[in-house]
């Protein structure tokens, strides 16, 4: 009987991961992309304030898990309303990228590096757009209370 290669697993785990994120498109991409920049970008800055903290570093890669797991569940919110699109999943990677984007940005300031406009305002429409979405829930939220 043939043993299960290490890349037989990979690869699934992979195709797994892939169909549960609603597909390895051009969005998802970017979030990915902004999420690791994003995770080396905040540890280069920790090292460079001297308050590298193996804790705080576990816990960011926690909370891009958990960012994963809401694009999952955007995903099955887009087959529960019968979406033909990824309307939710876009909307909620769209989200993450101006979050992360942020963050990004931010750090990269915190290194010392001038960011230009063009790329740091664009990124900021997404995080205010995402913001003002959060801000109308609470006030709905407050008027049925």
Known sequence: MKEISFNSVVSL?????????????????FLVAFMVIDYIT????AIKKKKLNSD????????KAVILIVIAIAVMLDT???NDQPLIRTLAIMYYVGREG????????????KIP???SEPVSKLSKVGEE?????????????
């Open 117 to 119: 406009s063009f790329i």
């Open 56 to 63: 705080i570093m576990f816990w960011g890669g926690i909370r």
């Open 42 to 45: 905040g540890v280069l800055v």
């Open 13 to 29: 785990f992979g195709t797994f991961v892939t169909y549960w994120l609603g597909g390895w498109d051009q969005a998802l991409k």
């Open 80 to 82: 529960l309303v019968g």
């Open 133 to 145: 979405e959060n801000e109308i829930e609470k006030k709905e939220k407050s008027k049925k209370n």
């Open 102 to 113: 942020l963050s990004t940005i931010e750090n990269i300031g915190a290194l010392g590096v």
